[in-house]
Structure formats: structure tokens, C-alpha cells
């Protein structure tokens, strides 16, 4: 069986590849977490975000939602200062907003997830994708999920981003249909 293509020969992008591209996942702190590195990676490769996931996860305490809502802009000039993160301090300052506004999102469906999910009726999309290239930017529902999390206050949510965090929490198989990852070859 072939595998997708995109992970090239880079250890890091294939171990996220086999591991958790496309694997759904109903926790809303990895939620949370992808959705900061998606927002990070805007204009940006995956393998730049992914190579400073881990200083991600101890700047911000391995995305703890509550504690990302309360950080102060002088806590986020320190992450930037002394973390190996994306220096772009908006995109930092999208952890702390896209906190708060999972929080309020918390208040009305109980979960992150249970409002995302609701979009695909809580199972994946399993797309059969014959080669990496077919693989859309973005779709409606992307466009629609980037729309309604705006209207809720999120940032560095369009819909290019919605459909790698899409991909990223496994709303949407998108691996090709000949990879041993693809949902129908498990």
C-alpha cells in the first residue's frame, strides 16, 4: 500500500501523519491545542509549527484552556520572548482570545467538541482521495465552520485553517484511499 505524500521523509510529519491526522478526537484540550497550532501555521509550513509543538505545550501549559484565557498580554510578550514559538505576536495573542471564546462556547454545548463535532453529525467525513493532490484547501463547511467561530469571536479561524483543523482532529479523513491509514484499510 502507498502512503500519503506529504509527510516527505520527515520523522516529525510522519509520526503526526500515522499517529493523529485524521484520527477524531473528542477532547476539547487537543482541540484547543490544534486549533493554536493552525492558527500559528497560517502563511507558514506544518513542519515549522510542528517542529515547536512542544515549546506550544510548556509555554502554555500544555494548552490548559483556563489558564490560556487568563494570560496577560506581559505573560504573552514573555512566551514570545522566550519560547521557541511563532513570533507573531497576534497569532499568540489568538491562544488567549480562542480561549475565552471555547469557554463561552462551553457554557451553551457543554463541550468544544459537541459543537464542532455537530457539524458531520459527530462522525468523520472519510473522503477516497486516489492521490495528495486532490486533496481540497477548503471546502463549504469549512467556510461555514470559519464563519460561525468568527461570529463567536475567534481568531486565525478561516477557511483554509478550518480545513487543516478539520483534517487535524480527524473531522475529515483526507488520507489517500490507497494509505494504510485511510479508514477503510484499518
Known amino acids: 500500500m502507498n502512503t500519503c505524500l506529504w509527510p516527505n521523509n520527515n520523522q516529525l510529519m510522519q509520526t503526526y501523519h500515522n499517529e493523529e491526522w485524521c484520527v477524531p478526537n473528542y477532547d476539547d484540550q487537543y482541540i484547543f491545542e490544534m486549533l493554536s497550532?493552525?492558527?500559528?501555521?497560517?502563511?507558514?509550513?506544518?513542519?515549522?509549527v510542528l517542529s515547536?509543538?512542544?515549546?506550544?505545550?510548556?509555554?502554555?501549559?500544555?494548552?490548559?484552556?483556563?489558564?490560556?484565557a487568563k494570560l496577560?498580554?506581559?505573560?504573552?510578550?514573555?512566551?514570545?520572548g522566550?519560547?521557541?514559538?511563532?513570533?507573531?505576536?497576534?497569532?499568540?495573542?489568538?491562544?488567549?482570545?480562542n480561549a475565552n471564546a471555547i469557554l463561552k462556547v462551553q457554557e451553551e454545548f457543554k463541550s468544544f467538541s459537541n459543537f464542532l463535532w455537530s457539524y458531520v453529525d459527530y462522525k468523520p467525513i472519510v473522503n477516497n482521495w486516489g492521490g495528495d493532490t486532490q486533496i481540497?484547501?477548503?471546502?463549504?463547511?469549512?467556510?461555514?465552520?470559519?464563519?460561525?467561530?468568527?461570529?463567536?469571536?475567534?481568531?486565525?479561524?478561516?477557511?483554509?485553517?478550518m480545513y487543516s483543523f478539520m483534517q487535524?482532529?480527524?473531522?475529515?479523513?483526507?488520507?489517500?484511499?490507497?494509505?494504510?491509514?485511510?479508514?477503510?484499510?484499518?
Open 82 to 97: 522566550h519560547y521557541n514559538v511563532i513570533k507573531h505576536f497576534s497569532k499568540l495573542q489568538s491562544v488567549r482570545n
Open 168 to 186: 487535524a482532529i480527524g473531522m475529515i479523513d483526507d488520507h489517500i484511499r490507497t494509505c494504510t491509514y485511510h479508514s477503510s484499510n484499518k
Open 37 to 48: 497550532l493552525e492558527g500559528a501555521q497560517a502563511g507558514l509550513s506544518w513542519s515549522i
Open 136 to 161: 481540497p484547501a477548503q471546502t463549504s463547511l469549512s467556510k461555514q465552520i470559519s464563519n460561525d467561530l468568527k461570529k463567536w469571536g475567534f481568531k486565525f479561524v478561516g477557511p483554509v485553517t
Open 72 to 80: 496577560t498580554d506581559a505573560e504573552l510578550e514573555y512566551i514570545k
Open 52 to 68: 515547536k509543538r512542544n515549546s506550544y505545550k510548556e509555554a502554555f501549559h500544555n494548552f490548559d484552556i483556563t489558564y490560556c
